[in-house]
C-alpha cells in the first residue's frame, strides 16, 4: 500500500486531488497498423500477411527490371525469383528511399548511388509513375536503352528526359507484380502443356486491368525459385480454380504467363479454358486447398483448411507501416514529434516528422579514423514497462556500420584451426594466441575448443516516456577495441535540430531528455539539479539525472514469500517528497523497487524476489493511514536471458511501483505493500520480445490467469489460467479463451485488430479494473473489453465485459465474439462433460467426444454433431460448465501440488443487436472442446450501429479430488456451501447466487447489481441488496467521491435483514496486522476527478442484507438527511467505475519458484526464481 503524509504544520499544504494525475497525463502506447508486426507474431496461429522478401523498387520497361546492389554502386537488371532485388522501402517521415541497412538512395551530381547519408534524399513518384528526385527535378533512369536482354545490365543515372515507360513502384507481395496488384486479365485461352528444361508448363496471355500488356521477367516465388501450395481466384465471385499451382514464372516474349502445375504431370489446361473466360480477371492465393471447406459460403466455415493451416493470407499494413505509438494525453509523441489532436488515428496520420540519427567517429587498431552510423536492421524492441504512468521501450541488438555496411569489429575463427585448453591469458595448457583470444567448445577429457576472435559489443537505445517527459539514451557495453565520440541528434522534418548530445565510445551512454511546458515539449539539460528532494527513512533513494526521476529501493529486510502460505504482509515504506520551489509546481516521477535495474550511480539492493511477486499489491496511503487514490503503475520481471545486451540489462527478477504527481511543496509519501487480487503488467523482455503481457493472481504463490491483449504468441488474450488452493504454490495451466474479436470477411481473409490499447487503471488489491479497446484492419468494427479481478477466499473468479460494435456495414464468412479455451491456445482441458442452463434449469448436457486442443484441422473445430451456431434457451443468467476435468485425472494434490482445476463461465448479462434486430440471448456452438459465442447460423452480417455486448464471470474451481484442501486452507463458507454439489451445480450455484437485487436508497444511483456499483449525491449512502447468500466477498465500488478520506465513524456498514435487533457491523473488522485501514481500496478518477472506495463483503442471510456508507446508521434518521455533509461528499461522474479491467498473458514467464525448475506447462512460460535463503 502508499501513503500520502502531510505535515500538520504547513497550512499551505493542499488537498490530495490537487496533485493527481489528469487525464491528460495518462501514458498510451498502441501499434496503429495491427496488433504489433508480423515478426513479433508467434507460430502459426496467424495467417501470412502478404508479404515476401521485403520492399523491393522494380522499375518496368518492356520486361522489367529490378535494382541489384553491391556496395555504394546500384544497377538495373532482370532477376528470376521473388525477392531477390535490393531491399527499397520509401519513408514517409521525408519521402527517403532507404535500403535495409539504412542507407539512402542518393541523386547528387547526376549519378544514383546508396550512401550512408543524402544532401537531397527525397523522391516523388509522379503520375506517370516515374521516380522523380525533388532536388534536381530529374528522374531515375537507365543508362542505357530501355530494351534490355534477358542478360543485360545497367547503371542508374538521373535523367531530365523523363524517358517513357521507366516507371516504378514498389514490390511488397510476390502474388501481386508491379502492374498487377489488382489482378490478371485473361486475354486468351491457356495453351496445353509444353516443357521447359525437365517441367511441364502451360502458357497464358494476360492483361493488367486496364487492358495494357505488362512485360514482366520475375518468377513469382522465393529466393529458392519455388512458392508451392498455390490456387486461383476468380475475381467475380472469388471462386477457386480447383488445382493447385506450383508457381508462375513470368510474363514476357509474347507476354504470356507461364503456370506450372503441381503436381507437374497434371495438364489442366482444357480444365482452365472451361472455368476461365477471355476477359476475367484472377488472382493468386496461398493454400485454400482442402476441397469446398474453404468455400466462404460452406457451412461451418473456419478459416481453415482440412487440414488446419488459413484459407487466405491477409493484409500486410502492420508491415508496411510498423510504427509503435506512445503518447500523453492529447499531446502524443512518434518520432519526437508532437501535436494537439486528440483521436489517436489523427494524431498518428497528422503528427510531423522527425530524424534521429547516431554516429561514431572512430579510429579501431590501426585502421584510419572512420565515420560509423548505428544501423538498426536487425532491431529488437522490448517493452519493460507499460501503464498509465510510464512506458518504457528498449531498442537492442543494434551495431555501428562503415559506409560499406562493415562493423568495426567482426566475429571469426583463429585461421589454422587452432585448438585450445584455455583463452589468451589464462594459463600456459594451450591458450589460444593474443590475435584470436577466446576458447570456445573446450570440454575436459572429451574435446578440444577452437580459438576465436569475438566482436561482443552492443549497442541499444531506450525510452522512457512518463506523464511529461521523455528521455532518450543510447547506451552500449564497454568498448575497448576502439576510440572515439559517439553524436546524437534528432532533427524535425526540416531538417532543423531538436536536440544533440555526444558521448565516448568505450563507456557509451549518452542522454537526450525532453519535458512537457504548457502544451509544448522541449529539450532540457539532464545535468541540471531537480527542484524535488526525495528522502526515505527506510529505503535507498537515487536520482537519476536523464530520466528525471527517483528510484527508492526497499530494504532488504522488506518481507517475501517462498511457495508455501505466505500469509498476510504488510510493509511500510516512508518517503519524504520536498518541492524546493516556492513559487512553481512540480512534477515527481516516483519509482518503489526491489532490484529494479538502475542507469546512474550505485546503491545497496533490496534482495532477490520472492513467490510475494505474483501477487504483489502496492497502494498509497495519506497521513492517517488511509488509501489515498493516488494511482500505482506496477511493472515487474522474473525472466531471465542468456544475452545481457539483447536485453538491454533489464532481464532478470525485479517489481516496481510507479507514480506520477504533481508536487506543491512540504508533501510526503510513505508506501508498502499487501496481499489481495493483483493484476500487473509482467514484462517479458529476457523471454521474449513480443511485447506485451499482464498477469493477475489471487494473493502469491502463483499466477491465477494471464493476458496477452496484442495475441502476440498465440493469438489468444486469455492464456495461462490457474486454478486457487490457498496453498501458495503453483498450479498447473488450464488456459486459455479468448475475448478479441475473430473475423474472417466475405471472402474468407481474418481481419485482424489494430490499435490495440491495453490499460490497468487499477490493480487491487480489493477490485482491479483494466480496459482493452481496438478496431478491426478495415475498420468496421470496434471492440471494447473491461476485466476486473477481486479479493475473495473461494476460488478464482474474473469479471468481464466485452463489447464488439460495427461502425460501418460488414459482412463475414466466420464471426467469433468470445471463446473459452481458445482455439490456439487450450491445455489441459478434458471435461467429461459440457452441462448448460439458464438460471437453475439445466438445458443441455453433452458429453465430450472430441479433442481438439489447438488443432483448427476441420474435424477438430466445428464438429459433426456438435452445437453449432444456436441460440441458447431461457433468459438468463446463462451457465456453462466444463467440469470433470480429466486432464492429469491421476495425479491429486496429496501426490503433487501441480494439478489442474475445472472451468466454467456465466453470462451474467446480455444484449445484441444484429442486422438491425434487438436479441435477447446468446447464440453458441462448440468447437470440439472449445466454447464459442457468435451469431445465429443464418446470420452473416453486421449493420452500421449492430453490437455484442455480454457481461460474464470466467471461473476456475477446484477439482472435486482437491476441493477439501482449498476448503482447509481457505476457511470459506461459500466453498462449504458448495462441498456436497457437483462441478457442474457449483457453477450453477454462481450463476444463480450472483442474481443480486440492488435497492438505493435517496438520491443513490445503482450502476451495477454485481459486482455491485453505486454512485451518490447525499452525504450518507444507503442502499439494500436481495437474491441470498452470495458466493464469495463481493465488490461494493462507491464512486463519485469528493475526497477519498473517511471521516470520523465512516465506514461501509451493514446488517442482515433478518437481524430483528437491528445490529450493524463495520466492514473494518476486516481489518488485519494491526492497522485501521487496510481492508479497502481508493481510487482516483481521471476523468470526472472524483474519488472511488472500494469494499470487498460477504453476504450469507438467505433474506437480504441491508448497507449504509457514512457514519454509524444507528444515529441515523429514518431516511438520509437532504442536507449533504462534508465527509465524504458525493457528485455524479460519466464514468461507471465498476468495469472490469484486462490484460494480456500467456505466461511467456518463468515461475518463481523454490525450486530453480521450470514447471510443467504447456505454456511458453517459467516461473519466477525462488527468494533467498
Same mark, same amino acid.
Given at each position: ?5 502531510? =505535515? ?5 499544504? =493542499? ?35 502478404? $508479404? ?142 509444353? !516443357? ?64 506450372? =502445375? ?35 459460403? $460452406? ?262 514469500? +517462498? ?68 494511482? !500505482? ?19 532478470? /527478477? ?23 487480487? /493483483? ?116 476460488? !478464482? ?60 484441422? /476441420? ?112 476457511? +470459506? ?30 438520491? !443513490? ?112 434518521? $429514518? ?38 525448475? $521450470? ?15
Amino acid at each position: 500500500w502508499a501513503s500520502v503524509i502531510w =505535515p500538520g504544520t504547513n497550512a499551505a499544504n =493542499p488537498e490530495i486531488r490537487q496533485i493527481l494525475p489528469r487525464s491528460q497525463d495518462t501514458v498510451h502506447v498502441s501499434w496503429p497498423n495491427g496488433p504489433s508486426t508480423s515478426q513479433k507474431l508467434g507460430g502459426n496461429n496467424w495467417p501470412s500477411f502478404g $508479404t515476401g522478401g521485403g520492399n523491393q523498387l522494380h522499375l518496368r520497361f518492356s520486361n522489367g527490371f529490378v535494382i541489384f546492389s553491391a556496395g555504394d554502386a546500384i544497377t538495373l537488371r532482370q532477376s528470376y525469383n521473388f525477392a531477390t532485388g535490393t531491399k527499397l522501402s520509401l519513408r514517409g517521415s521525408d519521402s527517403a528511399i532507404v535500403d535495409s541497412s539504412g542507407k539512402f538512395l542518393c541523386g547528387e551530381g547526376g549519378s544514383v548511388t546508396l550512401s550512408i547519408s543524402c544532401e537531397s534524399p527525397s523522391w516523388t513518384f509522379l503520375s506517370s509513375g516515374s521516380l522523380k528526385h525533388d532536388s534536381t527535378g530529374s528522374c531515375l533512369a537507365p543508362s542505357g536503352s530501355s530494351a534490355f536482354g534477358r542478360e543485360d545490365v545497367s547503371d542508374l543515372v538521373l535523367s531530365s528526359d523523363s524517358p517513357n515507360g521507366n516507371d516504378g513502384e514498389f514490390w511488397t507481395d510476390p502474388l501481386k507484380p508491379p502492374g498487377f496488384k489488382t489482378g490478371f486479365k485473361i486475354a486468351g485461352a491457356a495453351s496445353s502443356f509444353s !516443357v521447359a528444361g525437365s517441367t511441364n508448363r502451360f502458357s497464358l496471355r494476360v492483361q493488367n486491368e486496364d487492358g495494357a500488356f505488362e512485360g514482366f521477367r520475375e518468377s513469382l516465388s522465393g529466393p529458392d525459385g519455388t512458392l508451392s501450395n498455390l490456387v486461383v481466384v476468380r475475381s467475380r465471385d472469388n471462386k477457386a480454380f480447383p488445382h493447385k499451382i506450383s508457381y508462375v514464372e513470368h510474363i514476357a516474349w509474347g507476354k504470356n504467363m507461364f503456370i506450372r =502445375p503441381d503436381p507437374d504431370d497434371d495438364d489442366w489446361s482444357a480444365e482452365w479454358n472451361a472455368f476461365f473466360s477471355t476477359g476475367d480477371m484472377f488472382y493468386f492465393e496461398y493454400d485454400t486447398t482442402g476441397g469446398d471447406v474453404c468455400e466462404p459460403s $460452406t457451412a461451418k466455415f473456419t478459416g481453415y483448411n482440412s487440414g488446419g493451416s488459413f484459407c487466405r493470407s491477409t493484409n500486410s499494413g502492420l508491415d508496411d507501416n510498423p510504427h509503435v505509438v506512445i503518447g500523453v494525453g492529447s499531446t502524443l509523441v512518434r518520432q519526437l514529434g508532437a501535436t494537439d489532436h486528440r483521436s489517436l488515428k489523427d494524431v498518428y496520420a497528422n503528427l510531423p516528422g522527425a530524424a534521429l540519427s547516431v554516429t561514431a567517429d572512430l579510429t579501431c587498431g590501426s585502421s584510419a579514423p572512420t565515420t560509423y552510423t548505428l544501423s538498426s536492421s536487425s532491431t529488437q524492441l522490448g517493452l519493460v514497462r507499460a501503464g498509465h504512468t510510464v512506458v518504457q521501450v528498449t531498442a537492442s541488438g543494434l551495431q555501428f556500420i562503415d559506409s560499406s555496411g562493415l562493423g568495426y569489429c567482426t566475429t571469426e575463427d583463429e585461421p589454422t584451426n587452432q585448438n585450445c585448453a584455455m583463452s589468451f591469458g589464462e594459463g600456459s595448457n594451450n591458450p589460444c594466441p593474443e590475435s584470436h583470444p577466446s576458447c570456445i567448445g573446450f570440454v575436459s577429457g572429451s574435446s578440444w575448443g577452437k580459438c576465436r576472435k569475438e566482436c561482443k559489443d552492443e549497442f541499444w537505445v531506450e525510452v522512457d516516456v512518463w506523464a511529461d517527459s521523455v528521455a532518450l539514451n543510447v547506451k552500449g557495453t564497454a568498448v575497448s577495441v576502439c576510440t572515439g565520440t559517439v553524436n546524437v541528434q534528432v532533427d524535425d522534418e526540416s531538417e532543423n535540430s531538436i536536440a544533440s548530445a555526444s558521448g565516448d565510445i568505450a563507456n557509451l551512454n549518452v542522454p537526450l531528455r525532453f519535458e512537457r511546458r504548457g502544451s509544448i515539449f522541449g529539450s532540457v539539460d539532464v545535468t541540471a539539479a531537480s527542484s524535488v528532494s526525495v528522502t526515505s527513512t527506510v529505503g535507498t533513494v537515487l536520482f537519476q539525472p536523464s530520466l528525471g526521476d527517483f528510484l527508492v529501493e526497499v530494504p532488504t529486510s522488506t518481507p517475501k514469500c +517462498s511457495y508455501s502460505k505466505c500469509g498476510e504482509i504488510l510493509y511500510k515504506i516512508p518517503v519524504t517528497l520536498s518541492n524546493q520551489d516556492i513559487m512553481n509546481s512540480h512534477p515527481v516521477r516516483l519509482t518503489l523497487s526491489r532490484k529494479f535495474p538502475i542507469r546512474e550511480g550505485s546503491i545497496s539492493r533490496g534482495g532477490n524476489t520472492g513467490a510475494e511477486i505474483t501477487g504483489l499489491s502496492i497502494m498509497l496511503f495519506d497521513d492517517s493511514g488511509q488509501p489515498s487514490g493516488i494511482p !500505482v503503475q506496477i511493472s515487474k520481471n522474473w525472466h531471465s536471458g542468456s544475452n545481457a545486451a539483447y536485453w538491454a540489462g533489464w532481464d532478470g /527478477s525485479w517489481w516496481s511501483g510507479n507514480v506520477y504527481v504533481n508536487l506543491p511543496p512540504d508533501t510526503s509519501i510513505s508506501l508498502s505493500f499487501d496481499p489481495g487480487w /493483483s493484476h500487473a503488467q509482467l514484462s517479458i523482455v529476457g523471454y521474449s520480445d513480443r511485447w506485451l503481457w499482464e498477469e493477475a493472481a489471487l494473493g502469491t504463490g502463483g499466477e491465477n490467469i494471464c493476458f496477452d491483449p496484442l495475441g502476440s504468441h498465440t493469438r489468444a488474450t486469455i492464456t495461462d489460467v490457474r486454478v486457487k488452493l490457498f496453498d501458495g504454490s503453483w498450479k498447473e495451466n488450464v488456459g486459455g479463451g479468448d475475448f478479441s474479436l475473430l473475423y474472417f470477411d466475405e471472402t474468407g481473409r481474418m481481419i485482424y485488430p489494430k490499435s490495440v490499447e491495453s490499460t490497468i487503471w487499477s490493480s487491487g488489491p480489493c477490485f482491479s479494473n483494466s480496459t482493452i479497446t481496438s478496431v478491426t484492419d478495415d475498420e468496421k468494427v470496434t471492440s471494447r473489453v473491461e476485466v476486473s479481478g477481486s479479493r475473495t477466499n473461494d476460488f !478464482v473468479r474474473v469479471f468481464l465485459k466485452v463489447r464488439h460494435e460495427a461502425i460501418e456495414d460488414v459482412s463475414f464468412s466466420r464471426l467469433s465474439f468470445f471463446q473459452v479455451a481458445a482455439e490456439t491456445y487450450n491445455y489441459n482441458n478434458l471435461p467429461e462433460e459440457y452441462v448448460v442452463g439458464s438460471g437453475s434449469t439445466v438445458s443441455d448436457t453433452i458429453a465430450r467426444t472430441c479433442t481438439g486442443v489447438t488443432s483448427k484441422a /476441420s474435424d477438430k473445430m466445428y464438429y459433426e454433431g456438435g452445437i453449432y451456431r444456436e441460440e441458447m434457451t431461457g433468459d438468463g443468467p446463462w451457465f456453462l460448465s466444463m467440469g470433470k476435468n480429466q486432464a492429469d485425472a491421476d495425479v491429486a494434490y496429496v501426490d503433487n501440488a501441480m494439478v489442474v482445476g475445472d472451468r466454467g463461465l456465466v453470462v451474467r448479462e446480455f444484449k445484441a443487436k444484429i442486422g438491425g434486430v434487438e436479441l435477447t440471448r446468446p447464440s453458441w456452438s462448440l468447437l470440439c472442446d472449445k466454447i464459442e459465442f457468435g451469431t445465429t447460423a443464418s446470420v452473416n452480417t453486421m449493420k452500421k450501429g449492430d453490437y455484442w455486448e455480454a457481461k460474464m464471470e470466467f471461473l476456475v474451481l477446484p477439482r472435486q479430488v482437491d476441493y477439501g484442501t482449498a476448503q482447509e486452507n481457505s476457511d +470459506s463458507a461459500s466453498l462449504d456451501d458448495l462441498a456436497t454439489m457437483s462441478e457442474w451445480q457449483r457453477v450453477r450455484e454462481q450463476a444463480t447466487r450472483g442474481s443480486l437485487k440492488v435497492t438505493g436508497g435517496d438520491g !443513490v444511483v445503482v450502476e451495477s447489481e454485481y459486482p455491485i456499483g453505486l454512485k451518490g449525491v447525499l452525504g450518507q449512502v444507503r442502499f439494500s441488496v436481495s437474491g441470498g447468500r452470495s458466493l464469495g466477498y463481493v465488490p461494493i465500488v462507491i464512486a463519485g467521491l469528493q475526497t477519498a478520506k473517511r471521516g470520523s465513524g465512516v465506514d461501509l456498514w451493514k446488517r442482515d435483514a433478518s437481524d430483528e435487533t437491528g445490529n450493524w457491523s463495520q466492514t473494518s473488522s476486516q481489518a488485519t496486522l494491526g492497522e485501521s485501514s487496510n481492508y479497502y481500496q481508493a481510487n482516483w478518477d481521471r476523468e470526472s476527478q472524483t474519488f472511488e472506495l472500494v469494499f470487498n463483503v460477504e453476504m450469507r442471510d438467505e433474506t437480504g442484507t441491508e448497507f449504509n456508507f457514512g457514519t454509524d446508521p444507528g444515529t441515523w434518521t $429514518t431516511s438520509p438527511t437532504a442536507t449533504p455533509t462534508p465527509n465524504p461528499t458525493l457528485s455524479p461522474t460519466t464514468r461507471p467505475s465498476m468495469s472490469p479491467t484486462t490484460r494480456p498473458s500467456m505466461s511467456p514467464t518463468t515461475r518463481p519458484s523454490t525450486s530453480p525448475t $521450470t514447471r510443467p506447462s504447456m505454456s511458453p512460460t517459467t516461473t519466477p526464481p525462488p527468494p533467498d535463503s
